[in-house]
Structure formats: structure tokens, C-alpha cells
């Protein structure tokens, strides 16, 4: 691309900037995607673990104290008395104390499913207002060559030279269809710019995604040769993983239920009146579980059922994203050649942008540059077009392998890979 072109692409650029940006402060990437974590799910959801925390369920050794009481011969001086003591086991305990903990790292991973798809919304929003700017910037100038290319195919007219009347109906009909892809495209920056701002209350005023520093294709292209396309990490395949230990650990509790031997401890008072003896009148009592429990073995074996069905699910879930990572890095891997091959176009065709018109009238050779300079921003328009899926298919693999909301976090979309 020649320096002339590069120069007016970038005032233009610029100007578009400023005039969308007038009155509005840049805000960076990297806040608007930490306010995620100020979002209503991600909070709420906070504040249900923080709960769950400081009233965390434990199951006690001792499960109930009972008194008893019974009559003999409806004497009052003959009333006989028991306490009893039932008690879980040790290893029951244990084993409930685990199933509460991984219960617990379940919930934190739905938390960190809320925070992801919030995530997820804020970098599309992020890379769509990017591609509208450069967009409208390329569109405005389009806009300029159409108007100046009538204005001199109607100062050929009044010089009385030989005007190619299709060639004037045909770039005013292009002009008509720009000026409505220019108002579409302006509102959807609009609206993008809104739905950011919505999203991100905490931010307060009037403004705009900052996009300096945005990164570039050549290190998106470079970010994806040192990744590893993995599902494991993402959030909603921890939530299967959690689910299938839970009941791992329900199976546990109940087998531990199912193994213990102590029911209770009974202290029992006889009370005879002819009997002087403390020791003949109390008594110690303890009653054992044999080792049959058709009720818990039930249980236990409904649990090996939905364990089988909660792993079956969560292989199903995690050959599914596999699929869709692998179709997802084959179609950037396309895009990134097709990208390759316009930006050459475009570089090619910026070197034969200054033309020799020759002899040929001055009017006749700002039509020649004019036409010249519209193929050219066409080309960009395709290259645009090309990042922006370029862009959708690198969010859609963050997406997928899960490294939107892993840890550390970093805006990906910048070419620092800052952390927020």
C-alpha cells in the first residue's frame, strides 16, 4: 500500500473516531471486562456461596438423645426409665464432610459459568464495535469517491464531453446502497456501544470501548499456534465433572450408612422399689446393625445408575465440544489464508494506484483514479470482512476451550495479553 493511501486511511480513521467519540471517554478493554464480575448473576451467585460458607451444613457423631419411660403395673414407684444415644459413624461423618466440600466447588464452577458467559458477551461486543469503526471509516471514504466521481461525470457534461450516462446512474445507484449500509452500520455501533454500557453499570458516564492496542491477525494467527484445543477447562464441562463426584460421594455417605455397626448407647433405670442396689437397678444397652440393609443397598445401587448416566452425559458433552473446537480451528485456519491472500490484493493494488493517465483529458483521469480508489476500498472492505470472521472464530475457540474465564484471567483481545 502506497504512503498516500496509508495516510488517507488513516485520517480518516481518525476523524470517524473523533466524531463518534466526541464528549465520550475511552475506556480500555481490560475494565469492561472485569465489570463482568459485577454483574447481577456473578453477584448474587457470590453471595449464595459466601452463605453457604458460613452456614455450612455438619452431620454430628451424636444424631439424637432420646428419653423413655415406661410404666409396671401402674405403679409410679415401679416407673422405669432409658436414655438412649444414637450415633452416626465416624467414617459417615467423614464422608459427609467430603460431599459438602465438593458440593461446594460445584456451586463455585456455576459461578464460574455466569461469569464466562458474561465474558463471552463482552469480547463479541468488543471485536464487533472494532470491526464497525474500521468499517464506517472504509465506507465514509467509499462514500467520498462516489460523490467526487459525480461530480465530475456532471462537470464532463457541461464541458460538452462524451458522458457515459450508465456509468452516472450506475455510481449513483452504488452512492444510495452505501449511504444505507453506512446508516445500518451506525446503528449497530450504536447499539453495541449501548449494550457494553448496559452491561457495565459500574462504569459510570458517557463512553467508548478504547481500542488501541487491539490486537492484530498476525498475532491471533501466532496465539493459536501455542494453544492447546482442549475442552477440560471449560466451565460448563467442570459443572458435569462436579456433578458425577457429588454422587460419588453420595454413594460414599451411603455406603458408609449401609457399614456402620453402633445404632445406640442406652442407659436404663429399673427403679425397683425392694431393691436398694443402684447397681442392680441401672443398666448399659447397646444395639448393633447386622449386615443386611435392603433399604440402603437400594439407594446405593439407584446412585451407581445416575453416576453411570452423569458420566455418559458428560462424555457426550465433551465429544461434542471437541468437534466444534477442531470444525472451529479448521475454519480460522481457512480464513487466516483467505486473509493472507487479500491483504496482498490490497497491497498490490495500492502500488498501482498512482497511474500514468497519460494524454488523456483531466477529467478523464480523475474518473481512471477515482474508479482505481474505489476497487482499492472495496478490497479493504473484503479484508474487514474476512478479520471480522477471523475474530468470531478465535472468541468462538476461547469459548470453547474454556480459556475466557480460566485462570489468570487476560484480555485476549489485546496484544499484551494484559490480566485484569
Avoid at 212 to 217: A, E, K, L, S, W
Avoid at 229 to 241: C, E, F, G, R
Avoid at 300 to 317: G, I, R, S, T
Wanted: proline content about 3%.
Amino acid at each position: 500500500m502506497s504512503a498516500f493511501t496509508k495516510y488517507l486511511t488513516i485520517l480518516a480513521w481518525a476523524m470517524l473516531l473523533c466524531s463518534f467519540g466526541h464528549g465520550q471517554a475511552l475506556i480500555s478493554g481490560a475494565q469492561i471486562l472485569a465489570a463482568a464480575r459485577l454483574e447481577p448473576s456473578y453477584t448474587i451467585q457470590s453471595e449464595h456461596l459466601a452463605y453457604l460458607d458460613a452456614h455450612r451444613p455438619n452431620l454430628p457423631y451424636l444424631d439424637q438423645v432420646s428419653l423413655r419411660t415406661q410404666t409396671d403395673r401402674f405403679d409410679p414407684d415401679r416407673q422405669e426409665y432409658a436414655i438412649r444415644f444414637s450415633m452416626n459413624s465416624l467414617s459417615e461423618v467423614s464422608k459427609e464432610n467430603a460431599l459438602q466440600d465438593i458440593s461446594a466447588a460445584s456451586k463455585a464452577e456455576v459461578q464460574r459459568l455466569y461469569l464466562h458467559e458474561s465474558l463471552l458477551r463482552r469480547y463479541q461486543g468488543l471485536a464487533s464495535y472494532y470491526y464497525l469503526v474500521q468499517r464506517l471509516s472504509v465506507e465514509k471514504q467509499l462514500s467520498d469517491v462516489y460523490v467526487g466521481r459525480a461530480n465530475v461525470l456532471k462537470k464532463k457534461g457541461l464541458l460538452d464531453l462524451d458522458v457515459d450516462v450508465d456509468e452516472l446512474i450506475k455510481n449513483d445507484f452504488e452512492r444510495d446502497k452505501l449511504d444505507l449500509d453506512i446508516a445500518e452500520d451506525q446503528s449497530m455501533l450504536t447499539y453495541v456501544v449501548k449494550a457494553l454500557q448496559t452491561a457495565s453499570p459500574s462504569i459510570p458516564g458517557d463512553w467508548v470501548p478504547d481500542t488501541t492496542g487491539f490486537i492484530n491477525i498476525p498475532l491471533i494467527s501466532l496465539q493459536l499456534d501455542q494453544w492447546n484445543d482442549s475442552v477440560s477447562n471449560h466451565p460448563q464441562l467442570a459443572i458435569k465433572q462436579a456433578k458425577s463426584s457429588v454422587i460419588d460421594a453420595e454413594y460414599a455417605v451411603e455406603r458408609a450408612k449401609s457399614n456402620q455397626i453402633l445404632d445406640f448407647v442406652q442407659v436404663r433405670y429399673a427403679n425397683v422399689p425392694y431393691v436398694q442396689d443402684l447397681n442392680r437397678e441401672l443398666s448399659v444397652g447397646l444395639s448393633l446393625y447386622l449386615p443386611f440393609n435392603g433399604a440402603s443397598h437400594l439407594k446405593m445401587e439407584e446412585l451407581l445408575v445416575e453416576k453411570n448416566e452423569a458420566d455418559q452425559n458428560m462424555l457426550l458433552y465433551q465429544n461434542d465440544m471437541t468437534d466444534r473446537i477442531q470444525q472451529a480451528r479448521l475454519k480460522i485456519e481457512v480464513l487466516l489464508r483467505q486473509y493472507e491472500v487479500a491483504q496482498k490484493q490490497l497491497e498490490a493494488s495500492g502500488d498501482r494506484f498512482i497511474l500514468d493517465p497519460g494524454n488523456l483529458p483531466v477529467e478523464e483521469g480523475a474518473v481512471i483514479m477515482l474508479s482505481a480508489r474505489e476497487l482499492q476500498l472495496k478490497r479493504q472492505l473484503n479484508l474487514l470482512t474476512l478479520e471480522d470472521q477471523i475474530f468470531e472464530q478465535y472468541i468462538r475457540l476461547l469459548d470453547l476451550t474454556g480459556m475466557l474465564s480460566a485462570s489468570p484471567m487476560m484480555n485476549y483481545l489485546s496484544r499484551e495479553l494484559d490480566t485484569y
